[in-house]
Each structure stands twice: as structure tokens, then as C-alpha cells.
């Protein structure tokens, strides 16, 4: 049996072929792979910019503007009742062990080779099945959002949103659209920072923010500051995101290459009243 991680390449692109097959005429702006409350696959979906509601359309059988990023109303689907390959997919994610504990915010947050969770192996077969079908498709793919779908857990979806999509008109609207949902959760979750938290998080901001942006130059500058003496003082999962950063320098397959706003996006999750966050754009 192939790998997780081929599998679901496979099954992704199969089935994202027949949703693009049917609908690439109404302008695709979206595709969201989503989970439902028990973390099982729940559905493949799009959104088309012809799904969105205008004046002198029916306002029952189209979205509002409102609702373009409301995955739950996105009428072009495909649940695994209605896909083998797709069923086959969630019964083995379902019977992993870990299932139960792969959703949680710092997952792509995790240091370089530690194991992967189910999370990562669904971000890495998305990431690799959108490759691919760009590779067959064409550049138009670029115009489409791909993010995970989870909407108890907005902080996933924005963590997936950026790990999957460049920068982009979309993105920023997904982003726009998302923020204020974390952001209320957090505030009804929140953990308090400590000192060292704090000043962690402001050091690493402004790593991001000198001009011009160089990544071996803040992965390097993020390596000292694991160094310090009360690095190990600051919380685990602000810990990672300073070890990812610095791994940008290493150049292996683990490492990732991160833009100044994904900093800054990371650290808005923490601290988002520090004046160095990057706010969505309106």
C-alpha cells in the first residue's frame, strides 16, 4: 500500500480533477479539503466566482459576498459517500492512533525532524497534489485557494491557508475573513505570555521587518536567540516557531523557506497586540 502521504496525493488529485472538470468555466476560486467535528474527512469542495450572488440572480441559489469564504454553503462537493478513494482515505486516517490529537495550532510549527503528525502528512500530500495539478492544468490553478477546512478551528485553516498558497489576492481575503474568528477564540482561550514570551516574540518581528528581507539572515539571527540563556524559559510552541525560522538556513527537505508576513501571521497568533504584527489586508 503506498505511503499516507502518496495515497492522498493520489485521491486529492483524482478527485479535484472531477470537481475542476465540471465546474473551470465558473472561475474556481477556491478548494477546501474538510473535516468535521470528530476530525474525519467530511467532503472535498469549490467555489466558483459564478456561485456568488448578484442583483438580478435568485438569492437562494447563490452566495452573497458575505458568504464567499462560508465553506458550509459551497454547493459543489464531493463526500466520500460518493468517492471510494476518498472513503478508503478517511478509513485509514480514522484508524490512526493519533488522529485524536494531530489538530492543534502549533502543528506546522513543529521543529525540524520531528515526526510528522496527520496534519503535516495532509499538508504535505495537498501541497503536493496542487504542484501536480498545475504541472497538468496549467497556470489558471494559481488563481485558486487551497486550504483545510475545520471551522471550530480557525486557526488551522489560516495555518494551512498560508502553508499551501502564496501570496495573493485570495489569500489576503481568506485571511480577512478568518482572523476575526481565531482572534475570538483565542480571546476566550487565551494563555497568558510571560516576559520572555513577549520579548521572544518582539525579537523575532523584528527580525522580519528589516529591510531588505533575507531569509538566511533572519534564520541566522533566529538561531542566536535559541542560544540565549532564557530561550528555554519561553513557551514550547513559541520555542518551535524561532527553531522553524532558523532551519530556513539549513537548506533540507524539513526546512521551509518562510515570507515575512507568514512570520508575522505566526506571531500575530500569540501577540496580537505587538505594533509588528501583520494585519490582513481589507
Known amino acids: ?41 467530511d467532503y472535498l469542495a469549490i467555489s466558483t466566482q459564478r456561485s456568488i450572488y448578484a442583483e438580478h440572480e435568485d438569492r437562494a ?9 462560508n465553506i ?9 459517500a460518493q468517492s471510494s478513494a476518498l472513503h478508503s482515505f478517511r478509513d485509514i486516517l480514522a484508524g490512526s492512533a493519533a488522529v485524536a490529537h494531530s489538530f492543534s495550532p502549533p502543528m506546522l510549527q513543529a521543529a525540524p525532524g520531528q515526526s510528522s ?42 495555518q494551512s491557508a498560508l502553508y499551501l ?7 489576503q481575503s481568506f485571511l480577512h475573513d478568518r482572523t476575526p474568528k481565531q482572534q475570538a477564540i483565542q480571546h476566550s482561550n487565551r494563555f497568558k505570555l510571560s516576559q520572555a514570551d513577549k520579548d ?34 519561553t513557551n514550547a510552541y513559541i520555542q518551535k516557531l524561532a527553531q522553524t525560522i532558523a532551519a530556513m538556513a539549513t537548506g533540507s527537505k524539513d526546512s521551509c523557506a518562510m515570507q515575512k508576513d507568514e512570520i508575522l501571521a505566526r506571531i500575530n497568533q500569540f501577540y496580537h497586540s505587538s505594533h509588528f504584527t501583520a494585519q490582513p489586508a481589507s
Not at 498558497?165 to 489569500?171: E, F, R, V
Request: charged letters at 20%.
Open 1 to 41: 500500500m503506498p505511503e499516507p502521504t502518496t495515497l492522498l496525493k493520489q485521491v486529492l488529485i483524482e478527485e479535484f480533477q472531477q470537481l475542476y472538470q465540471h465546474y473551470k468555466n465558473d472561475d474556481i476560486y477556491a478548494c477546501a479539503l474538510v473535516f468535521n467535528e470528530y476530525l474525519q474527512i
Open 61 to 69: 441559489q447563490y452566495l452573497s459576498k458575505l458568504e464567499r469564504w
Open 72 to 80: 458550509q454553503k459551497w454547493r459543489s462537493r464531493l463526500r466520500p
Open 117 to 158: 503528525s496527520n496534519l503535516q502528512t495532509l499538508l504535505d500530500a495537498f501541497k503536493q497534489a496542487k504542484e501536480a495539478l498545475v504541472t497538468s492544468n496549467g497556470q489558471d490553478l494559481h488563481q485558486i485557494l487551497f486550504f483545510i477546512g475545520l471551522p471550530s478551528q480557525p486557526e488551522l485553516e489560516i
Open 165 to 171: 498558497n502564496p501570496s495573493s489576492g485570495g489569500l
Open 200 to 233: 521572544l516574540l518582539i525579537d523575532l518581528a523584528q527580525l522580519a521587518e528589516v529591510e531588505p528581507y533575507n531569509e538566511l539572515q533572519v534564520a541566522h539571527a533566529a538561531y542566536l536567540l535559541t542560544l540565549e540563556s532564557n530561550f528555554m524559559d
